[in-house]
Each structure stands twice: as C-alpha cells, then as structure tokens.
C-alpha cells in the first residue's frame, strides 16, 4: 500500500511539473573526476612506491599510472635509477585540480604526467629544491609545438617568479610536484600520506579517506546567478566559427580576419556582390597538459668541523680559497599586464584638439536716425513711425549692453524634431537628419545569404598524435545560383595539416599559407556554379599536437 502510494505521488508531482513546463534538469554536459590520474615517467629502472599512512609501501615499475584524490598531498618514493642505484628521490604531490570530461570519456585515459629526467636527478644531489606545476594548457594560449603524450613541454622560470600564478595564466593548474635531495625515514612517509587517498594499479575501487581535504582544488564550479555557471573550457579543442574580429574585405579587396580556428566561405551572389558566411563551432575533446619548473638553490650553508685527533702541532695553518662563480646570469624583462583574456576591441576617442586661435567677431549696424537728438537742445516732434523705430533703438541698446553668454547647448544624433509653442506664437523650433543616400535605380532590400557552411570531424575525442579527419560542406540554400565559392579554414595551433589529405567532391583548386598561430591556413577555390539545392564537400586529415 505505500508503495502506491509513493508511485502515485511521484505521477502527481510529475503532472505539475508538466503543467508548469519544469521538466527534469538534463544532464550535465562534463562532469568533475572524483580523481586525477597521475603517470609516473622516468629513466628505464625506475620503480615507485606507494605508501597509505602504514610503512607497507607498493612498488611498481616505471612509468605507471595511479588515481589521486584532490586536495591531498601525496609523498611517494623513487628508486632504481641506473646510474646511480643508491639514489632514492621523496617527491611530493599536491593534487589542485581533475579533469571534466563528458560522461562517456575515461579520465585514466588522459593522465597528468611526472617526469623525472635527468635535470632533476642532477639537482637532487645539491641543495636545490625543484618546484613543477602540471597545469592544463588552455588550447587558445597553447604553444604551437609537437608533444607526445609522456613528453610534455616544460618551461624553466625564473627563481623569482611563481610557477601557480603563470600556470594559471597559460591554463589551469592541476598537481604541483616538489622535489628536494632530503633523506625521508619510512615512519615519515607513513605520516605523511593519508589512506583512501591513491588508487593502486588493478584496484577496481577507493576506500573513503580517512580525513578530509585540506588543500585548494578547483573541483568546483563557481555559480553566478545572472549568467549561470561556467564550466573550464581547456579540455576542449574548439575549432570552426569566426570568433574575435570578424572576416572581412579589406581595402585592397583581399579576405582579412580569418583568425586561427576560423572557417568561412566566400562567394558571389546573383547579383554580383561578395559575401561571407562563417561555419559552426565544433568541439574535439584534447587535454594536453605542460609544465612550469623553477629551482630554488641554497643561499646559505655553515657547517661545523670539530677537532677529532692531534698527534702533533707543527705550526698554526691558516688557509683560505675563494672559488669564483663558474656562472652568472641575470635575465631582466619586461613586466606588463598579464592575464588570460584577450582584446576583444579597440576603443577610439575623438574630441575638440588643440585650439590654436580663436577670436569672435560680431558686428552691429545701428541707424541712429531721430536717437541723435536725444541729451541735446534740440526740440522736434516725431511721428509714429519715428517714434516706434526709436523705441526698437533703445530695446536695441539695452540688449547691447547687457553681458551674454552660451545659454545652451544641444547635441543630437540622428534625426531629431523639437518645438515649443505657446498660444499662436512659435518660440523654439528645430529639425535636423541624418544623411540618408540611396540609390534610386535599385530598390533597398535586406542583404541575402544562401550559402550554409558546416565543419564536423569523424571524432569528438582523440589522444595527442591522433589523425582527426574534418568535413566542410557547403551548400546553396537561396533560390539562385551563386558562383565563386571560396572556403578557408584556418587551424589552431594545435592542430597540423596532413600534407597530400586535402580532398574536394567538385573541381576546386587548393592552396595553403601560414598563419600566426604556428599553422597553416587552408584554403579551396571552387571553380563553377552552385545552382539552388547543390552542396559540395572539402576534407583534410590534421595531427593533433
């Protein structure tokens, strides 16, 4: 009986909320990892262990790939390096962030990798604490360079400066790795480390943690209630569209504007005016992660030797050796604004320039006429006429003699009518237009737009070096044939052309020309007419980087 109970109020509130048009929320487009994946890469030998707050480690070969919680730090240890098999490294790591990726993607699929090369085998026998942020390339402000997925690009910064803070100028930080030559006891790697925290190779589940998070993560998304939430774009590759400043002709009649990531198409309508449309924006799901180091040396060391056994004092030895810096270097650069968005718009101000000189002139012609006997002996009888042209003269004078000024200013743009009238008498009026030019010959109309361009690519994930195949068809909507089709599509940074891949199903002749995001910019030139209801298809293979 409850049961139908529960079944019929479950029906009634799913009535109301289809009265009200409320149905249930969709389901989220990315969704937050409960882990990040971390790979382990290092010289051959290589093994690393794993400790869970007991002094029970697990060992596994190099390179390998385990399951971080978020906002723990993680100590592990690092041995088997073949030059120098005594050598053991107690790196640690604080994971700040995971990956959102659409439910049908596998984050251990796209790791976060540490590598341990041979710079930070050198600097861990030295006083020198290396510091590494894994972060998140954002593909807009990504380097345009070739990576294999074990091999990320690592950029060495400045002691001075903060690795956190570019990394979240270039992206999103997700682990940071710090790495000293300090002897670590076992005992202090099962303190350090938390259980539930690290899920092991052939582990199908993770036990709740033991304590919960203190570090910082961007696990969560910030929610504005005006423009809603928003989800971090850097594990998608968008690509198509025509996004910052629009395509367009210039003045010496050439396409302009066609930015990394853009695809438009050009054409002549039917009546012999050139357009352009641009395509949709498509999304290809490629985390690409990169690193910034720095290295930390010692400033300052004393040590202390004492005496341990004197058979005889000769004489009293004072030495003292200075040993000059092998090298030194000082790099100075330019500090400007730093941050992650780019100019959207260039703001130009006009206004009243240097005045040079500026004199007034007004001129006043006054006939005295019967006012020239006033203040004199002179006795004379006026006429009406004469003395109502008297009475204007001293209105006149009066008004010439008071001090004036601007009273007031008026700017309209566009057409503008104002008036006042009282009684039958007009005491203020004006009218002012805009210019209007038409062409008397040919009747205005709203501008036509038949050609559609659509991108899609055969995948919506790939894995860096993957071959992605895209699609651009273009097809005729309107109700007339167009001609001189043209589609160009620019490519990011972190895509490269397949040379020899590019194809057309109509007579198109292609060529290519770099772009400044390290690219290529592709472009076909269809040769005929595209009669109403005809499309055509362009395609390319491109790497991804």
């Known amino acids: 009986m409850k049961l139908t109970h529960a079944l019929a109020l479950v029906a009634t509130l799913a009535g109301l909320s289809a009265a009200h048009g409320q149905g249930p929320p969709p389901a989220p487009g990315r969704v937050p990892s409960p882990l990040l994946y971390v790979r382990f890469i290092g010289p051959a030998g290589m093994r690393v262990t794993f400790y869970q707050g007991s002094t029970a480690g697990h060992e596994f070969p190099a390179p390998v790939t385990v399951g971080l919680r978020p906002g723990y730090p993680h100590r592990v240890k690092l041995t088997g390096f073949p030059?120098?098999?005594?050598?053991?490294?107690?790196?640690?790591?604080?994971v700040r962030g995971v990956l959102q990726l659409p439910p049908r993607l596998n984050p251990a699929d796209y790791p976060a990798p540490v590598v341990i090369g041979f710079g930070e085998l050198q600097l861990s026998q030295e006083?020198?604490?290396?510091?590494?942020?894994?972060?998140?390339?954002?593909?807009?402000m990504a380097y345009a360079t070739a990576t294999k997925p074990n091999e990320p690009v690592e950029v060495d910064l400045r002691p001075t400066d903060d690795p956190l803070l570019e990394a979240r100028l270039h992206g999103r930080p997700m682990v940071i790795v710090r790495l000293g030559g300090r002897e670590v006891s076992v005992d202090e790697l099962a303190r350090s480390t938390v259980p539930g925290t690290v899920l092991l190779p052939g582990q199908a589940m993770l036990p709740p943690p033991a304590c919960r998070p203190w570090l910082p993560?961007?696990?969560?998304?910030?929610?504005?209630?005006?423009?809603?939430?928003?989800?971090?774009?850097?594990?998608?590759?968008?690509?198509?569209?025509?996004?910052?400043?629009?395509?367009?002709?210039?003045?010496?009649?050439q396409l302009h504007g066609v930015d990394p990531s853009?695809?438009?198409?050009?054409?002549?309508?039917?009546?012999?005016?050139?357009?352009?449309?641009?395509?949709?924006?498509?999304?290809?799901?490629?985390?690409?992660?990169?690193?910034?180091?720095?290295?930390?040396?010692?400033?300052?060391?004393?040590?202390?030797?004492?005496?341990?056994?004197?058979?005889g004092v000769h004489a009293q030895t004072?030495?003292?050796?200075?040993?000059?810096?092998?090298?030194?270097?000082?790099?100075?650069?330019?500090?400007?604004?730093?941050?992650?968005?780019?100019?959207?718009?260039?703001i130009t101000k006009q206004g009243l320039d240097r005045i040079v000189h500026l004199e007034v002139l007004q001129g006043f012609h006054v006939s005295l006429g019967v006012a020239e006997a006033l203040g004199t002996e002179v006795v004379r009888q006026l006429t009406e006429v004469e003395r109502l042209r008297l009475v204007k003269q001293m209105e006149l004078a009066k008004a010439l003699s008071q001090?004036?000024?601007?009273?007031?200013?008026d700017h309209v743009i566009g057409t503008a009518v104002t008036g006042k009238i009282e009684g039958l008498e007009l005491i203020r009026a004006e009218w002012q237009?805009?210019?209007?030019?038409?062409?008397?010959?040919?009747?205005?109309?709203?501008?036509?737009?038949?050609?559609?361009?659509?991108?899609?690519?055969?995948?919506?994930?790939?894995?860096?070096?993957?071959?992605?195949?895209?699609?651009?068809?273009?097809?005729?909507l309107g109700g007339k044939p167009i001609t001189n089709v043209a589609v160009s599509d620019s490519l990011t940074g972190?895509?490269?052309?397949?040379?020899g891949t590019a194809r057309a199903d109509r007579n198109a002749v292609f060529t290519t020309k770099a772009n400044e995001a390290g690219s290529l910019v592709l472009h076909w030139e269809i040769t005929g007419q595209l009669l109403p209801g005809e499309s055509g298809v362009v395609t390319f293979q491109a790497k991804v980087r």
């Open 83 to 94: 030059d120098n098999p005594t050598l053991a490294l107690y790196p640690t790591l604080e």
């Open 127 to 140: 006083p020198t604490l290396v510091t590494k942020v894994v972060y998140l390339e954002n593909p807009e």
């Open 217 to 253: 993560w961007a696990g969560v998304s910030l929610y504005d209630p005006l423009i809603g939430s928003k989800f971090p774009d850097e594990e998608c590759l968008h690509d198509g569209g025509d996004v910052g400043p629009r395509a367009g002709y210039g003045p010496d009649g």
């Open 262 to 311: 853009d695809a438009v198409a050009e054409y002549t309508d039917a009546k012999g005016r050139r357009q352009i449309t641009p395509s949709n924006r498509i999304c290809l799901c490629v985390p690409r992660f990169a690193a910034f180091r720095t290295e930390m040396p010692l400033v300052f060391h004393e040590a202390v030797v004492e005496l341990g056994n004197a058979n």
């Open 318 to 346: 004072q030495a003292k050796v200075g040993v000059p810096s092998r090298l030194t270097q000082q790099n100075e650069q330019l500090v400007a604004v730093k941050g992650r968005e780019k100019p959207s718009a260039n």
């Open 403 to 409: 001090p004036s000024g601007v009273e007031e200013f």
């Open 433 to 476: 237009t805009r210019e209007f030019t038409i062409d008397c010959k040919e009747t205005p109309h709203l501008p036509e737009k038949p050609l559609c361009l659509f991108k899609w690519a055969d995948a919506q994930a790939a894995q860096i070096g993957d071959l992605v195949t895209f699609h651009l068809k273009y097809s005729n």
């Open 494 to 499: 972190r895509l490269e052309y397949v040379p």
